[in-house]
């Protein structure tokens, strides 16, 4: 099976600019989440999206916002991009959506706001 | 939500177990203990997670108390490729989700 994918891999923005990144999860898997990761604040939970719904949201501003397609599919959109949005974005597939399913990490977008 | 206390960072000799402790103290019986590494920039890999019993795969052991409040990863012969870092997680459940909550990690140095 194929893993999870992310594209763009990586991506240069200007404050103020908008951003979409893309998740393909592993087939057959309903549960979609991201996170973002920073030298500073380290790996930190923003969404999870089951079935097309959002069910947890991180503490995080509403500038940060996503959704999911029927096929399960993600984006997620950062708007007015501010230079502390520069990070590491990783997008994590699960089969199922409690704790029991093991969360599998694609290689994450470089993000960089200039 | 449920925290968790590593070392920051361990050396182990190529061949040798590397033993990585872990201290989760006000864990709940309903949540679980997940494993994951990250070597440098790339995305997490999972590695074993468990709820109350001990677990084995192809990559390593887990070994959990029973009182759940601190478990052991093993790898039992240590490779150059295994150096990175290492998180255990308490996976925290709630709206029928189940978000991951990354600490600091442990480093883990494999060395020739």
């Known amino acids: 099976k194929a893993g999870v994918t992310q594209t763009p891999r990586y991506l240069i923005k200007t404050r103020g600019q908008q951003v979409t990144l893309s998740c393909s999860p592993i087939?057959?898997?309903?549960?979609v989440s991201w996170y973002q990761q920073t030298p500073g604040q380290g790996l930190q939970f923003l969404f999870e999206?089951?079935?097309?719904?959002?069910?947890n949201k991180g503490n995080f501003p509403g500038r940060f916002s996503g959704r999911q397609f029927s096929n399960s599919r993600s984006e997620m959109n950062v708007s007015t991009l501010e230079l502390g949005d520069s990070a590491l974005y990783l997008c994590?597939?699960?089969?199922?959506?409690?704790?029991?399913?093991?969360?599998?990490f694609g290689p994450g977008t470089r993000l960089t706001v200039t | 939500d449920a925290k968790t206390t590593q070392p920051t960072s361990m050396d182990c000799a190529e061949g040798r177990a590397a033993n990585l402790p872990c201290n989760h103290s006000?864990?709940?019986?309903?949540?679980?203990v997940y494993w994951y590494r990250q070597i440098h920039s790339q995305g997490p890999q999972y590695i074993i997670h468990?709820?109350?019993n001990n677990e084995t795969n192809e990559m390593a052991s887990l070994i959990i108390t029973e009182d759940k409040k601190s478990s052991t990863l093993i790898l039992p012969h240590a490779t150059l490729r295994d150096t990175a870092v290492y998180y255990c997680?308490?996976?925290?459940?709630?709206?029928?989700?189940?978000?991951?909550?990354f600490g600091q990690g442990t480093e883990l140095s494999v060395k020739p």
């Open positions: 087939s057959g898997h309903r549960s």
């Open positions: 468990g709820l109350k």
């Open positions: 994590a597939s699960s089969f199922g959506g409690d704790g029991s399913y093991e969360q599998y």
């Open positions: 997680i308490v996976r925290v459940i709630y709206n029928q989700g189940g978000k991951l909550i």
């Open positions: 006000t864990i709940s019986g309903n949540e679980y």
């Open positions: 999206y089951f079935s097309e719904t959002q069910r």
